[in-house]
C-alpha cells in the first residue's frame, strides 16, 4: 500500500494520473458491490454448512467444492476483476458446457437472470444461470 507522499511524488513525476471524481465514485461503487457480495458469500456459506450438518443437503443446489470451482471459473472470467462477466466473456464457457448453442442464445441466457439490468453478470446471476439451465 502506497503512502499519501509516495502517490504525489508519482503524481508530480507524471508516472500516474490523479482519479477524476467520477473515477474515484466509480471505484467505491465497486469496491461497496465487491465488499457487499463477499458478505453475502459468508451469509450463504454458513447457511449452506448448517443445512448439510442437519441433513438438509437436499435444499442445498451446489456442494461446497462444486460452489468454489464455479467461483474460480467466473473468476478467471472476470479479467479485470469487477466482479462480473459480459456475455462476451461467457459465450465460450456457455457454449462449450452445453448450456447456449449460439451468442444469441448467450444473451437471452443473461437477460433471464440479470437482475440489475446491467447487461453483466454477477457470481450470484450466473450461479443462477447454471442452476436454471442444468435443471431445463
Known sequence: MF???EIQ????????????????????RIHK???DAAREYLKVSE???WMVKHGKQYLVDFTQNELKAMKKYFNALD?????????KELEELLISMGLAEN????????ETVDEDRSGRIEFDEFM???????NA
Open 128 to 134: 443462477e444461470m447454471i442452476k436454471s439451465e442444468g
Open 3 to 5: 503512502k499519501k507522499r
Open 79 to 87: 479479467e479485470k476483476n469487477e466482479g462480473s462477466i459480459g456475455a
Open 9 to 28: 511524488e508519482m503524481i508530480d513525476k507524471g508516472r500516474i494520473k490523479p482519479l477524476s471524481p467520477t473515477e474515484i465514485a466509480r471505484q467505491k
Open 33 to 35: 458491490v465487491k465488499s
Open 103 to 110: 451468442a444469441v442464445q448467450v444473451r437471452r441466457l443473461i
Open 47 to 49: 447457511n449452506r454448512e
